[in-house]
C-alpha cells in the first residue's frame, strides 16, 4: 500500500450494499474505492492473492492509504456496522480517532435509525421515516442527549430522482436548502442556500458544478446517499464551511457520491461561494488508475482554493486575510472479505 499526502499551503483548509435501501448502499465517505491491489518487491516470496467482483462490490473491510473500515452484517445480509479507523496526516503515530455507525432496520427492510460514536461516545443519531411508496420521507438528528438538532426533507421528480432537500436547524428560523440539477443521469450542479460562515458571521449561496469522465463506468456504490449521505458529508446544519472543504483533506479528496443516479467517474468540482463580496472559487481535480475489471486502484486528487477569513489587528477591529491554498492527494485501496 502506498500513500503520498503532499501539501503545499500557507495556511492549510481546515481539516459506506445493494440490500441496502436508499439512502443507503456501500461507500467511502467521502468515497473509499473498492479495489485490489497487489505489490510486491524483488525480495517478496508471496503473491497478493486476487480479490473477487463480489468482494470488491461487497467488501468486510476497505484501506484507503492508511485509514481503515471494516463492515459488518446481519443473517439477512444488510450492513449494520461501519467501523472507521482514521489517522491524522500530521501526527502519524497518534492512535487512529475510531468512528462507529450502527443501523437498525424496520419490518420493511429499511435502515430507521443510524447513530454515530466516537472512541465508544454516542455523538449523534439519525432517525429516518419513509413515505408509503419506500422513499425516504424525513431523516431528523438528534444529539447525545436525545434533542433534536436539525430534520432533513427531500423531493423528487416524477422518477423518483433526488431534486431538492431542506435543512432545518433548532432554534433558527433559516433554513439550508439545495436544488440538483442533471444531465445523461449525472450531478452537474448543485446550488446551496443559506450556508452560514462562521467568521464573517454572514449567510451565503455556493454553486457546485461537476463534470465526469464520461469513457469511465462508476463501479463503486457509497454506504449512504441522498439526505441522510449529505449531512455525513457536509453536515451543513453544524458546520461553518462549504461541503468539499472539511477538516481532514484525505476525506475530502476521496470522492463521495451524492445521489445514485451518478453513471460516471468524477473528474472535477467547482465550488463558487458568494461571500466575501467577490465570488470565492474552488477546484478539485480528480483522476485514477483502474484494474482489469474497472474498478480503480489509485485515485489522485488537486485541490485549490483562496481561503478568506477575518483576523484581529494589533490596533483593534479586524482585517481580511486572502491565503491560497493547494493539496495534493495520492492513495491506493486495499480491501479484503473473510
Known amino acids: 500500500m502506498k500513500t503520498t499526502l503532499k501539501i503545499n499551503a ?53 484501506s484507503f492509504g492508511g485509514d481503515i473500515t471494516d463492515i459488518a452484517y446481519n443473517t439477512e445480509n444488510q450492513l449494520i456496522k461501519i467501523t472507521k479507523s482514521d489517522y491524522n496526516i500530521a ?19 429499511n435502515a430507521s435509525k443510524v447513530s454515530k460514536s466516537i472512541d465508544n461516545q454516542l455523538e449523534l443519531y439519525y432517525q429516518l421515516e419513509y413515505d408509503p411508496s419506500g422513499k425516504l420521507a424525513k431523516q431528523s438528528e438528534f444529539n447525545a442527549q436525545g434533542a433534536l438538532v436539525a430534520y432533513t426533507t427531500p423531493q423528487y421528480d416524477a422518477n423518483s430522482v433526488l431534486t431538492n432537500i431542506t435543512t432545518h436547524k433548532e432554534g433558527t428560523s433559516i433554513e439550508v436548502t439545495s436544488s440538483y440539477q442533471y444531465l445523461d443521469g449525472n450531478l452537474v450542479k448543485k446550488s ?26 462508476n463501479k463503486v456504490e457509497p454506504y449512504f446517499e441522498g439526505p441522510l449521505g449529505l449531512l455525513f458529508i457536509s453536515n451543513l446544519s453544524n458546520q ?22 451518478e453513471t460516471k467517474m468524477l473528474k472535477n468540482i467547482e465550488i463558487i461561494a458568494y461571500r466575501y463580496s467577490t465570488q470565492d472559487t474552488t477546484h478539485i481535480d480528480y483522476s485514477y488508475d483502474y484494474d482489469t475489471d474497472g474498478f480503480p486502484t489509485v485515485q489522485r486528487g488537486n485541490y485549490e482554493n483562496v481561503t478568506r477569513r477575518y483576523v484581529p489587528t494589533p490596533f483593534g477591529g479586524t482585517v481580511l486575510l486572502v491565503t491560497p491554498t493547494t493539496n495534493a492527494l495520492e492513495s491506493t485501496v486495499n480491501f479484503s472479505c473473510n
Do not use: W
Not at 500557507?10 to 467521502?30: D, G, Q, Y
Not at 501526527?91 to 427492510?109: L, R
Not at 452560514?196 to 469522465?213: C, G, K, N, R, V
Open 91 to 109: 501526527a502519524p503515530t497518534q492512535p487512529p480517532v475510531i468512528s462507529e455507525y450502527t443501523i437498525e432496520y424496520n419490518a420493511q427492510g
Open 10 to 62: 500557507t495556511n492549510a483548509s481546515e481539516s459506506i450494499k445493494k440490500s441496502i435501501p436508499f439512502p443507503f448502499r456501500c461507500l467511502v465517505l467521502a468515497t473509499l474505492f473498492m479495489v485490489t491491489l497487489s505489490s510486491c518487491n524483488d525480495d517478496d516470496v508471496q503473491q497478493t492473492p486476487p480479490v473477487s467482483i463480489d468482494c470488491k462490490t461487497r467488501p468486510d473491510r476497505i
Open 192 to 217: 446551496v442556500q443559506n450556508l452560514f460562515d462562521l467568521d464573517s458571521q454572514e449567510y451565503y449561496t455556493a454553486d457546485y458544478t461537476y463534470t465526469y469522465f464520461l469513457d469511465k463506468e
Open 240 to 261: 461553518e464551511s462549504l461541503q468539499y472543504l472539511p477538516k481532514s483533506p484525505i476525506h475530502q479528496l476521496a470522492f463521495a457520491r451524492e445521489t445514485p443516479s
